[in-house]
């Protein structure tokens, strides 16, 4: 998935559970899960491409990013779930974060880092659904996903602002 929905469900894990080690295990197995689904990707490849084509992967995952957290930061500004809820966020897409080292290493550095390989391959495999292509049910799957996270994130918020 692109970073904005696995942020979103981050977010969401972050902002309704109590500890922090919970919040780390299940955001990082919501990667995955939703790794699963079949969604949308601008990233088709990452490993091997040039050095301009990687810098244009970069540039496209931080303003993926930028929107994730701006909408966390809006549902939760002044918030105290804000901070939960960002760390959950973090978690949520670290699996993705760690591809991109592997890649800036190999790309600029033509260094092998193999010892995320295993982790690079355990997320390969979980793209098992990448071979239906049906594109219109997969950005509809990933604005699903988004959707239902956005909720909760504002349910959530209405929760605090009426304890207040
Ligand atoms: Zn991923």
Redo the contacts with the bound molecule.
């Keep these: 998935?692109i970073l904005t929905p696995?942020l979103l469900v981050g977010a969401a894990i972050g902002s309704k559970i109590k500890n922090y080690w919970a919040i780390f295990i299940i955001a990082l197995i919501s990667?995955?899960v939703?790794?699963a689904i079949p969604h949308w990707e601008y990233v088709i490849k990452i490993v091997g491409v040039s050095g301009n084509e990687f810098l244009a992967i970069t540039v496209e995952a931080l303003l993926d990013i930028l929107v994730g957290v701006s909408v966390i930061s809006l549902l939760l500004k002044h918030s105290r779930l804000a901070k939960p809820a960002l760390i959950g966020a973090f978690f949520a897409?670290l699996?993705?974060g760690f591809?991109f080292v592997h890649a800036l290493a190999q790309v600029f550095f033509n260094w092998n880092l193999t010892f995320l390989d295993p982790l690079i391959n355990f997320?390969h495999q979980?793209?098992f659904s990448d071979g239906i292509d049906f594109l219109f049910w997969r950005i509809i799957a990933e604005t699903a996903v988004a959707a239902a996270a956005i909720l909760v994130l504002w349910q959530t918020r209405r929760i605090i602002k009426k304890q207040k």
């Design positions: 998935m696995h990667h995955f939703l790794d897409i699996p993705d591809i997320h979980i793209h």
